[in-house]
């Protein structure tokens, strides 16, 4: 490992002295993109270097055995670093582990009301709120980008945008179906009804990793809905776009106009493109899908949030939390480290195979 390790820290101090070149300083494009690259490789020098000096630590230490006088000291000197070796081996192994592509970008979260009626449409509306909480509590930016409501409340469907650090890589884990077991307000014999919703994480590409051919697509425009169905645009605002090759639908409807629409939509169908494009690749390399635990299909149910028993549980790792805690965002955090941990666990397994 030792000679590995020295190679990256090699690689690491040329990519530095690059960026301090005049050449590069003028390339706006090359420049973000190393220092990007500089930027994610830091945390992986950092604990390199910690781990080569434990074992310059040692080979010292070992030097002074023969020494009376200082055996006492390189004893300790040698086990405190040993003591250091295993954890920071294990660490930098999940470092050298070729990380998920997307797990740098932005998302798009759609998230649909499925079985269940109108209380699916209520719990998809729930599901939303507990996401704004939970990235608000990361102070990262969302922005809603299409919706469908229910006449009971909620959504049929709701789309929105995740803008942070890295948001992919945390929110991946939330794809699939989640369910709900409680008693809805309607319910007049307290009976528990069980409802679904689904929700798909989708990391936001752009148009250099997914170059759509305009000649490929089926623009329709619409007159956008208002609140309650309600038609009260004057104007078809709303667009629906179709990929022709591939047979997805996109479409939305909230922006102010026409155009903002399009643009909207476009960036929807180029990050369900993107997300395809991945599993692909995946799939062919017979690789487990990395965004997320289990087989990463989206008609796999994921989680239960059962109201009467107070408790979720995530069932692909059969961690259990709080209906209250979890659904009001406080305690979504929790689960997914749970998940990112599980995850970790597995890729390190994969890596001593």
Request: glycine share 6%; with cysteine; net charge negative.
């Amino acid at each position: 490992m030792r000679d590995r390790l020295e190679k990256i820290i090699a690689g690491y101090e040329e990519l530095q002295n690059k960026l301090s070149d005049p050449a590069i300083l003028n390339n706006h494009a090359e420049y973000t993109k190393l220092t990007k690259e500089y930027s994610n490789q830091g945390p992986l020098v950092a604990k390199a270097r910690e781990y080569l000096q434990a074992c310059d630590d040692i080979d010292d230490a070992k030097e002074m055995l023969d020494d009376p006088d200082m055996r006492e000291l390189a004893q300790e000197t040698i086990a405190s670093a040993e003591a250091q070796l295993p954890s920071l081996e294990e660490e930098i192994k999940y470092m050298l582990i070729p990380s998920d592509p997307a797990d740098e970008k932005d998302i798009i979260v759609e998230i649909r009301a499925a079985a269940g009626g109108d209380e699916a449409a209520i719990f998809a509306g729930d599901l939303y709120k507990m996401y704004l909480r939970f990235c608000d509590s990361q102070r990262w930016k969302t922005e809603t980008m299409d919706v469908s409501p229910s006449d009971a409340g909620g959504y049929k469907e709701i789309q929105f945008k995740v803008k942070g650090d890295k948001v992919y890589s945390v929110m991946k884990f939330e794809s699939g179906v989640h369910r709900v077991q409680r008693v809805p307000k309607t319910e007049s014999q307290g009976r528990i009804h069980t409802s679904t919703a689904t929700v798909a994480v989708l990391p936001e590409a752009d148009e250099v990793e997914v170059d759509i051919n305009e000649n490929d697509l089926r623009i329709d425009v619409y007159r956008a809905g208002g609140p309650g169905g309600q038609c009260v645009n004057t104007t078809d605002s709303a667009v629906r776009i179709t990929h022709l090759p591939s047979g997805l639908v996109v479409q939305s409807q909230d922006q102010k106009s026409q155009l903002q629409n399009k643009i909207a939509a476009m960036a929807v169908l180029r990050a369900r493109l993107y997300e395809k494009m991945l599993a692909e690749q995946q799939a062919a390399e017979g690789a487990e899908r990395l965004a997320q635990i289990g087989s990463g299909d989206r008609s796999e149910k994921i989680r239960t949030y059962n109201a009467p028993q107070d408790r979720v549980t995530d069932h692909r790792i059969g961690y259990n939390g709080t209906y209250q805690g979890v659904l009001m965002g406080s305690d979504l955090g929790d689960v997914i480290t749970a998940l990112q941990a599980a995850d970790r666990a597995r890729k390190l397994e994969q890596a001593t195979e």
